[in-house]
């Protein structure tokens, strides 16, 4: 009897062991369970905060363009998109802002106010976000300019500037007055003794006045006399029948003053239609046909108050960015004017603008 409970007595102990046993087997694989876990939450987390970091940068990414704002839509007009000059500012101005993806509408009034008036309501009408002007008449503008501000479009006035500048939200444009007075300065040199000159300007054009005033302070008092002084339109057509007709009768002026190279080379055409030998003509502009007449060295052509277009376009764009991005702009912004004679044509070339 005493074999057989401790028999049984051992076999309990027995169980009890195995069962301790399994209970630390337990323990062991609730606590890799619970490390499986853990590691599984941190994943989580790390995934939860790579989305919010993904929806803070497309935050991020969605203020910027708001910021940025466009595609924007500008309008460009000029008084005569055939001139040259008017030529090259439209391809730089056109240059740059397609380069940023956005889209300039272009016309050309030929000279014209009233079409350019209808021409610039027209683009209202297609929806702008600033224009780049540059008016054919400085006082007939104003109905456009009432337009544009009506419809809280920024203008940037460039060359020429309006007769009302409260207008304009900034202007872009050569030192006229100096272009002119350069020439002036040139020919009172060169003619020491004075003589009768001829003056084809434009009055209706601001930038041609300011020309035309350098000018003629410039030769004030120095002995020459005024003997037509006409407008032409700053077209070469026109100056060069205009100025057939004035030297028919002024066949001994010393010089012919233009207020524009195309101006200059209509004069130039009817001088040597005249057989003119000894007429110095000067123009306003630098462009390459007149820079091509002064290296010549057998051109009438004895100078011109040079700008550059390039540097025009440039600044106006500039300002337009500004604008957009709502910076604060100064009323004007000149750019500089100088004398290209035959003695420093090369500095320039001919093949292009400066």
Wanted: glycine content about 10%; aromatic content about 6%.
């Amino acid at each position: 009897m005493k074999k057989k409970l401790l028999a049984t007595l051992l076999c309990l102990s027995m169980a009890g062991t195995l069962l301790m046993g399994c209970g630390g087997g337990s323990d062991s694989g609730t606590a890799d369970n619970a490390e499986t876990q853990a590691a599984d939450d941190a994943t989580d987390t790390t995934d939860d905060t790579d989305v919010a970091d993904d929806a803070t940068d497309d935050t991020e990414d969605d203020a910027d363009d708001t910021a940025s704002g466009g595609p924007y839509t500008f309008g460009y007009t000029c008084m005569d998109g055939t001139n040259p000059f008017f030529v090259t500012i439209e391809d730089a101005i056109r240059t740059a802002v397609e380069a940023k993806g956005d889209k300039l509408i272009s016309t050309d009034p030929a000279n014209d106010v009233s079409l350019q008036i209808t021409q610039i309501e027209d683009m209202i009408s297609q929806g702008m976000d600033g224009i780049f002007l540059n008016p054919a008449e400085a006082e007939g503008i104003l109905p456009a300019l009432d337009a544009l501000k009506e419809a809280n479009v920024p203008i940037v006035n460039f060359d020429t500037e309006v007769a009302d500048m409260s207008y304009v939200a900034t202007y872009a444009g050569s030192d006229n007055y100096n272009a002119g007075k350069v020439c002036g300065e040139d020919l009172v040199a060169k003619c020491p003794d004075g003589g009768p000159i001829i003056v084809l300007d434009s009055p209706t054009m601001n930038s041609v006045v300011d020309r035309t005033n350098g000018f003629l302070d410039a030769i004030e008092g120095k002995g020459f006399d005024i003997v037509a002084q006409q407008d032409a339109k700053g077209n070469l057509e026109v100056s060069m029948g205009i100025a057939e007709d004035l030297l028919q009768a002024h066949g001994d002026v010393v010089a012919i003053f233009g207020g524009n190279d195309p101006t200059a080379l209509g004069a130039l055409a009817a001088a040597n239609a005249a057989n003119l030998t000894d007429c110095k003509i000067y123009g306003v502009d630098g462009s390459p046909d007149i820079k091509s007449e002064l290296a010549s060295g057998e051109s009438l052509i004895e100078g011109t108050g040079a700008q550059s277009p390039v540097s025009i376009a440039e600044t106006s764009v500039d300002l337009m960015y500004k604008l957009m991005a709502g910076e604060t702009v100064d009323e004007r912004y000149p750019v500089e004017t100088f004398l290209i004679t035959a003695d420093n044509v090369e500095e320039y070339g001919t093949d292009g603008w400066q």
